[in-house]
């Protein structure tokens, strides 16, 4: 069930994609989205108890690029408003690398709906701080 739900997800998310370093990207995201997120922002991008904010349409994604990739890298705690909803919930780190960071967030920001501009790169995951101003 588990290798059906990523192929499903990675079949809807590259068919639309030119860029070749961002479908292979977009195709390593999809394994990493299947093996750490999937289990709180299912695999539609949207938590249907309402307890994660939802990925799918998320202006989170569009309009915060730099908390996106801090809270995906070093994890998030505290309030958050996304699509005009309150969420106060803690995501725990996950370990990911730089690049596994980047390729999740290609996925995500390619995925249900939601189309990014700019792709990331694990050099822009390492620009981000540990300690991010409020």
Known sequence: MKNLIYLLLLLFA???C??????????????????FC???H??????TSNRYPPLAGSNWLTEKRKETIHATKYGLRGDIE??????????????LSDEEVADVLNY?????????????????V????????R
Do not use: F
Not at 18 to 35: F, H, M, Q, W
Not at 42 to 47: Q, R
């Open 18 to 35: 030119e860029d070749p370093e961002l479908k292979a990207s977009i195709e390593r995201g999809a394994s990493v989205y299947t093996e």
């Open 108 to 124: 995500i920001m390619n995925s249900w709906g939601n189309k990014q501009e700019m792709k990331v790169t694990p050099e822009e």
């Open 82 to 95: 996304v699509n005009g909803v309150a969420y106060r919930d803690i995501m725990v780190p996950q370990g």
């Open 126 to 133: 390492k620009t981000i701080p540990k300690k991010m101003p």
């Open 14 to 16: 590259v068919s639309a």
């Open 42 to 47: 299912m695999s539609e991008g949207i938590d």
């Open 38 to 40: 999937v289990r709180c």
